[in-house]
């Protein structure tokens, strides 16, 4: 970035070494400029507004619970089906790593002033709720195996999680996210098909567009101060972006099973998650952008463009896959 490159003077015998420390006390300076003008006090007032209390235990459908010391946890028990097992798996277990997605805002918003502290601290809490909500329900229902849900807990926050990001990256970050697990939860309520199932996932849902409105207003202030900085950050982003549960035992073929039941799939994540947030920060708009933001822009655009005709390929794929699959069965 252009604004980086504040340097020393140079001597001959230590060129490189006055280079790195004069490169990082530029990007240090611009990390604290960009964090102190995100008008953060402003958005968690609004945000503390229209955020509405919630207890999780009002949620929990308790008369079905049964004593796991008389009559202990046995696969016939889950009425929920395989795949919509699954995806509760992962978006609880996504929701317990909480601890590491708390040390990662810390530390990306950590140069800002109390009301960054606030806001860290307020989004923790409210986090805090989700990872106790699913858990009930599923330990109350049996609907999963709870000593294995101990473990994929255990084994996914010691594994952590980290994004080693500037601040508009992780603005960027942040916004992708909450929009993303807001439809991963929004879905695999619906996909359950159990109405119960189906409210605590929207209230949960509904916490988390609250975050993602939250953050999506944050970087549409800076678009008006640091528009190429912006672009290049949400670039960058778009291109490595991947899901916080990635660290979850077989995550991969889990996350295949959800993207098959169309809980969360690459139309979805073109369509429903990217798509929505680029178009309310107006990025292919714009003008007025330095030559490497124009750049990013471009490659934006590609990327995009190879996502949606994979995701083509894949639907095509999937609905052909069913089609044979339904003939067999007849
Ligand atoms: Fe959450
Ligand atoms: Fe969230």
Redesign the pocket.
């Known amino acids: 970035m252009k604004t980086r490159n504040v340097r020393g003077e140079r001597h001959e015998d230590d060129v490189g070494c006055r280079d790195e420390r004069g490169d990082l006390v530029a990007r240090q300076g611009l990390e604290e400029a960009h964090v102190a003008q995100v008008p953060v006090a402003r958005l968690l007032d609004r945000h503390v507004g229209v955020a509405k209390e919630w207890f999780p235990h009002d949620y929990i459908p308790y008369s079905l619970g049964r004593d796991y010391d008389k009559e202990p946890w046995t696969p016939d028990q889950p009425r929920l089906t395989g795949v919509a097992q699954t995806a509760f798996e992962v978006n609880l277990l ?2 317990d790593n ?1 601890p590491s997605y708390h040390r990662l805002i810390y530390k990306i918003f950590s140069k800002g002033d109390g009301a960054w502290k606030n806001w860290v601290n307020r989004w923790t809490a ?2 805090g ?3 106790i909500v699913i858990r009930d329900y599923l330990v109350v229902t049996r609907n999963i195996d709870p000593v294995a849900l101990e473990r994929g807990r255990m084994q996914n926050v010691m594994s952590g999680y980290d994004h080693d990001v500037n601040v508009l990256q992780g603005l960027a970050y942040t916004s992708f996210q ?1 929009l993303a ?1 807001r439809v991963s ?1 929004q879905n695999t309520g619906r996909y359950s098909d159990d109405p119960v199932a189906d409210k605590i996932m929207s209230r ?1 849902a509904l ?2 567009n609250l ?1 993602m409105v939250f953050y999506r207003d944050a970087l549409a202030a800076m678009l008006e101060i640091a528009p190429s900085e912006v672009v290049t950050a949400i670039t960058r982003e778009v291109l490595t972006f991947e899901m916080p549960g990635s660290a979850i035992a077989g995550f991969v073929r889990k996350a295949a099973r959800m993207a098959d039941a169309g809980i969360y799939d690459l139309r979805i994540h073109h369509d429903d998650i990217l798509w929505p947030l680029l178009r309310y920060w107006r990025i292919f708009e714009r003008t007025g952008l330095d030559a490497e933001a124009e750049h990013d822009r471009d490659r934006l655009h590609r990327f995009l463009d190879k996502l949606d005709a994979s995701a083509r390929i894949y639907e095509e794929r999937r609905a052909a896959r069913r089609e044979r699959e339904s003939s067999a069965a007849k």
């Open positions: 996504t929701e909480l409210e986090e709720r989700h990872a909450e697990t939860h949960v916490d988390e975050h």
